[in-house]
């Protein structure tokens, strides 16, 4: 089991081979969201990352704006899906909403799961957590394998 930001990245970085070079990691708009890893269990495909609920990510009502929640998502799919497949983009990404994520949450939490390959198609499901573990969102997702390994 890998639990930090420097292992994960070196084992996306394994994984890519010769590739690595063609990938900024970790990708610049991780960087800017100020996510972190936090762990990858590699036996069941599952990834966790922290996102901080920043003011600047906030709606009008004082709530993190949906697709800032969908983008925290969004970066953890799209890592889980480099330890475990050829390089794939986006095709679906659904989110239902459970709670408001204000500011009195420090961070949130998203823990996202390999279910499964299907030809070029990667399935996820994700779950987006506060800090005391209440449920704040669900997700999944359907990528697409660009190249075939």
């Given at each position: 089991?890998?639990?930090?930001?420097?292992?994960?990245?070196?084992?996306?970085?394994?994984?890519?081979?010769?590739?690595?070079?063609?990938?900024?990691?970790?990708?610049?708009?991780?960087?800017?969201?100020?996510?972190?890893?936090?762990?990858?269990?590699?036996?069941?495909?599952?990834?966790?990352?922290?996102?901080?609920?920043?003011?600047?990510?906030?709606?009008?009502?004082?709530?993190?704006?949906?697709?800032?929640?969908?983008?925290?998502?969004?970066?953890?799919?799209?890592?889980?899906?480099?330890?475990?497949?050829?390089?794939?983009?986006?095709?679906?990404?659904?989110?239902?909403?459970?709670?408001?994520i204000t500011t009195d949450l420090e961070h949130i939490t998203v823990k996202a799961t390999f279910?499964?390959?299907?030809?070029?198609?990667?399935?996820?499901?994700?779950e987006v957590r506060d800090p005391q573990g209440k449920l704040l969102a669900r997700a999944k997702?359907?990528?697409?394998?660009?190249?075939?390994?």
């Amino acid at each position: 089991m890998l639990d930090n930001s420097i292992s994960i990245m070196e084992a996306i970085r394994e994984r890519l081979g010769d590739r690595r070079d063609e990938f900024e990691l970790p990708p610049p708009v991780f960087t800017y969201m100020q996510g972190s890893f936090l762990e990858y269990d590699e036996d069941n495909k599952v990834l966790t990352n922290r996102f901080p609920v920043l003011k600047e990510y906030l709606n009008p009502y004082g709530a993190m704006q949906g697709g800032v929640v969908a983008a925290a998502v969004d970066n953890t799919f799209g890592p889980l899906s480099m330890l475990v497949a050829s390089p794939s983009v986006t095709r679906k990404l659904e989110l239902k909403y459970s709670s408001p994520i204000t500011t009195d949450l420090e961070h949130i939490t998203v823990k996202a799961t390999f279910i499964g390959r299907d030809d070029r198609w990667l399935r996820f499901k994700a779950e987006v957590r506060d800090p005391q573990g209440k449920l704040l969102a669900r997700a999944k997702s359907l990528y697409w394998i660009v190249e075939e390994e």
